[in-house]
């Protein structure tokens, strides 16, 4: 079942008689359950297709239907309460608050949809804890590692149980070791919680993780490959 259609999507930056077209017609869908990777070169036009799918940009033309819903056609407000009830995000600096302590980053998000402050607390604490990351707990971002904060940002971002996590970059500051650590966390919450993610990446390594991706070039789709279907048993990465 498709979570995410894309349909003839197109975005172009205008600066007086200048235009570039950032994407230039992209159509495909991503299944409930994914682990969809957007792959492709910098300047490509990966973190453009993602702030429009998220709703964060919007596009010039075509469609993105998230859950039946047509976010293109969304009125800002409406879209705004969308993607606060529905999504979770990851930045590949983290973007957590140093003056916060881990429990307060997670805290953070859920207090901005209204929950209570103890209520968010706890569910911060349970997340924390469900996911190995207890120790860090009442610590700082920096005081903890590169890959610790990163762990804590899906951490964050997964709080609120949202149906679609949107990760731009989320092992680009890692080295190599880190970053597989790193997604063989999003592939156990992916697994645990039936969470789909759509990761942005340039690094080819950690395509294994993928159950499909797209392979994007100058605001073009060059090629699409199904790997495997959401929560298909396959062999240990």
């Known amino acids: 079942m498709a979570l995410v ?7 172009i930056y205008k600066s007086g008689d200048l235009s570039y077209e950032a994407l230039k017609g992209m159509t495909f869908e991503i299944e409930m359950g994914d682990l969809f990777f957007i792959y492709g070169p910098s300047g490509s036009g990966k973190t453009t297709l993602l702030n429009c799918m998220s709703g964060i940009d919007d596009a010039t033309s075509g469609e993105i239907i998230i859950k039946n819903v047509d976010l293109s056609k969304m009125p800002d407000d409406k879209k705004t309460a969308f993607r ?91 080295d190599t070791k880190t970053s597989f650590m790193v997604m063989d966390f999003i592939k156990f919450l992916n697994e645990k919680n039936k969470q789909t993610f759509v990761i942005v990446s340039h690094d080819e390594k950690i395509l294994k993780y993928a159950t499909a991706y797209i392979r994007i070039d ?15 048993k396959v062999k240990e990465l």
């Open 84 to 174: 606060a009830e529905n999504m979770g995000f990851v930045f590949q600096e983290y973007n957590l608050i140093n003056v916060l302590t881990v429990k307060e980053n997670v805290a953070l998000p859920l207090l901005a949809r209204g929950w209570p402050e103890k209520k968010a607390n706890q569910k911060a604490i349970e997340v924390l804890k469900e996911n190995g990351l207890l120790h860090v707990i009442d610590k700082f971002p920096s005081q903890i590692s590169g890959g610790e904060r990163q762990r804590v940002a899906v951490a964050r971002a997964i709080a609120g149980e949202p149906m679609i996590v949107w990760a731009d970059e989320p092992t680009g500051a890692l």
């Open 5 to 11: 259609s894309v349909r003839n999507l197109k975005k």
């Open 218 to 232: 100058s605001g073009r789709i060059e090629s699409f490959e199904r790997i495997r279907m959401p929560f298909e």
